[in-house]
């Protein structure tokens, strides 16, 4: 059993000064001067206990290499020992669960099992399985699931979730990390999406469409998909139709920022970023239409592109606030909204009964959306994986 003592509590409900007990992967007790019968306790006077950050968005099997496309030679074992470091760095940077939307085989489902074993170090892994795109589609050369029509599509929905996949991704538009794709011209038609969907109302998981384009983003809102992955091109039609229907939007904001910093001097291929820099000022564009129109966010860093760490949340945190939404709405996004979206519950709050993610910060997150850098400790699933306390 763990205490976390003298410490302040936030999270979406507020803050509140309390303690709180940790035992079999919950929280237990929360409230002043507790009197649990921990076998460690964490002074935390003076600092902010809050929830683990849940990332809506990751590619275990990528390593934010300058090159996307030359990962095709690397064999799906060594993506898995990739995978395996990327799950340590995103726990210790206080990701306590992330959704990883893509990747080859079963990599991110046995990567759940992993965690979930103990025999990886990691958050929490709720994986789509392999992307589905249509034939020569965005990411195909990844571990893509490649279809045409709406047979092969349901059909593609139906393997993943056969392979215990706990949310389905499918492709509504072309990619920046594709060559030769038009970033935001519509791939798999709205009638392909919606057989995906249907298969992931029937199973009850939800559905994620990667959509850049307006025309795409459309299509996929009308399928009935539950998020729209980078929405960079999205208009006001396609905002208002979002939150009328309560559609989650993941801007994935530090995917693009990190290749239009970094660029063709740092190994980026040229296409890629003359692809991105087309896209820069849209997609910032794109936060004030949702915003306005009340569009629900959820927390997402499409972690593994180039130059996006899988410990770059804190980084997508300010990015989120800079784009727009306060500190106390970033904190929404990457607690309870992401974990609403995924489908989760019990997790996101620091609540008695709540799954026991937590990490502890110097600063208030309310109030500060720096406050996420370098937590200084972090416990996921009732384990304590860093503490570093001073």
């Known amino acids: 059993m763990l205490e976390l003592s003298g410490g302040t509590v936030v999270d979406a409900d507020g803050r ?7 035992a079999d992967g919950e929280v237990t007790a929360i409230g002043p001067d507790l009197e649990s019968e921990a076998d460690r306790r964490l002074d935390v006077t003076d600092r902010y206990v809050a929830p683990g ?81 249509m034939t020569g589609g965005h990411a195909h050369y990844v571990g893509g699931c490649e279809v045409d029509g709406v047979a092969e599509a349901r059909k593609a929905a139906r393997t993943q979730v ?59 809102v009308r399928a009935g998909v539950d998020s729209v992955e980078h929405g960079t091109f999205m208009d006001a039609e396609a905002a208002e139709m979002m939150a009328e229907r309560g559609t989650y939007w993941v801007p994935t904001t530090r995917a693009l920022v990190a290749i239009a910093a970094v660029g063709v001097e740092g190994g980026i291929p040229e296409w890629v970023v003359a692809k991105t820099d087309d896209a820069v000022d849209d997609h910032r564009a794109s936060f004030d239409l949702a915003l306005e129109a009340g569009v629900p966010v959820a927390m997402g860093t499409d972690a593994g592109t180039p130059f996006n760490d899988h410990a770059g949340a804190a980084e997508e945190m300010e990015l989120l606030v800079e784009r727009g939404l306060s500190p106390a709405g970033a904190l929404e ?49 009732g384990d304590l994986v860093s503490a570093d306390l001073g």
Not at 16 to 22: N, T
């Open 162 to 220: 056969k392979r215990g996949a706990e949310a389905l991704k499918c492709m509504a538009t072309g990619g920046i990390l594709t060559e030769g794709a038009e970033t935001g011209a519509p791939e798999l038609f709205e009638d392909e999406i919606r057989a995906i969907v249907e298969v992931g109302e029937a199973a009850g998981v939800p559905v994620a469409a990667h959509a850049h384009g307006t025309g795409g983003i459309k299509n996929a």
């Open 53 to 133: 950050l849940v990332d809506a968005h990751v590619h275990l099997a990528l390593d934010a290499r300058a090159d996307v496309t030359t990962l095709r030679g690397d064999e799906e074992t060594m993506l898995a020992y990739r995978g395996a470091a990327h799950l340590r760095e995103a726990v210790r940077a206080g990701v306590t669960t992330v959704r990883d939307l893509g990747g080859p085989a079963t990599l991110a489902v046995d990567a759940r099992e992993a965690v979930a074993e103990g025999v990886l170090e990691g958050p929490r892994v709720v994986p789509a399985g392999q992307n589905i795109t």
């Open 16 to 22: 509140r000064a309390a303690d709180v007990a940790v």
């Open 333 to 381: 996004a990457a607690t309870v909204g992401a974990a609403d979206l995924l489908g989760l519950d019990g997790v996101g709050l620091v609540r008695d009964g709540y799954r026991a993610d937590l990490v502890v910060l110097d600063s208030d997150p309310l109030a500060d959306a720096t406050a996420w850098r370098d937590p200084v400790a972090v416990v996921a699933g």
